[in-house]
Structures are given as C-alpha cells and as structure tokens.
C-alpha cells in the first residue's frame, strides 16, 4: 500500500488505520531518511492505540527505548539510530518487546532478529515540504 499524505491531520489519520490492525506480537518498522516524519507517526500510532490524543510521547532517541501502556498490551518505542551493534538491543529487552508490541524507529541494524509478524513503514519526502510518501509493507 502507498499513499501521499500533504499534512499532519492526514498522517493522524493514516496513522489511526494502521493502529487498529496493530495487536501484541508485532513489530512496526519504521525506516526514512533523517526528519522524514517516523517519530510524528509513532506519536500518532501511540496516541491512538492507547486511545489519549493528549497523552505527552517524546522521542526515545536518548534514552532508545520508551514503554506505554494500552488497554491489552504494552508499546515499546524504540529509536535505534545511535545502536553501533545489533547486540546492544537485548540490553534494551527487545525480546520482551516482541511478546508485545514494538514500535521501532531505524530498524535496519536489527533486521536479522525482527519478528515475522511485523509491518514495515517507509517514509519519504515527496513534492513539497509538508507531503510525505508512506509505502507500507506486510
């Protein structure tokens, strides 16, 4: 699936689509160019599967790993960008994360141990500055 999403009201909703076929034992990959909208869409994805659009989510890229709570399970988010091995992820209980659902920005140094019930995003900037081309696989 590929849409074109042209502001952040469009990618919320996008994002409420996606959270609805999300469920404990996924994984949702996220994969873009630096400042390509991953965080913004994990925020969104979050929000709506804990079913709080106000609930505060920062991006976990210091501390590379923040859990939530949601009605049936629990979020990992992960931001991955500053690992330097695959190995230093169990340090963060990507394994736990697994059994629930993870939600994995830059994903690609763990892609050898990523779950087979997973759902890869990819974001790309598209013609103007506030569009952006999602592709989604799964």
């Not at 999300?22 to 990959?29: F, S």
């Not at 141990?113 to 890869?120: A, M, R, T």
């Amino acid at each position: 699936m590929q849409v074109i999403v042209n502001s952040l009201e469009e990618l919320d909703k996008f994002a409420a689509k996606i959270a609805q076929k999300l469920e404990a034992g996924m994984a949702v990959c996220l994969k873009g160019d630096l400042g390509a909208g991953k965080t913004t869409l994990s925020r969104s994805l979050i929000r709506h599967i804990v079913q709080n659009q106000t609930l505060e989510i920062t991006s976990p890229t210091f501390n590379l790993v923040h859990l939530y709570n949601a009605p049936n399970f629990k979020i990992w988010h992960f931001d991955l960008y500053r690992l330097k091995t695959a190995e230093e992820v169990y340090e963060l209980g990507i394994e736990d994360a697994f059994n629930e659902l993870a939600i994995i920005e830059w994903p690609e140094i763990i892609e050898e141990i990523l779950p087979k019930n997973k759902i890869e995003i990819f974001i790309e900037f598209a013609e103007n500055e506030n569009s952006r081309k999602i592709t989604v696989n799964n």
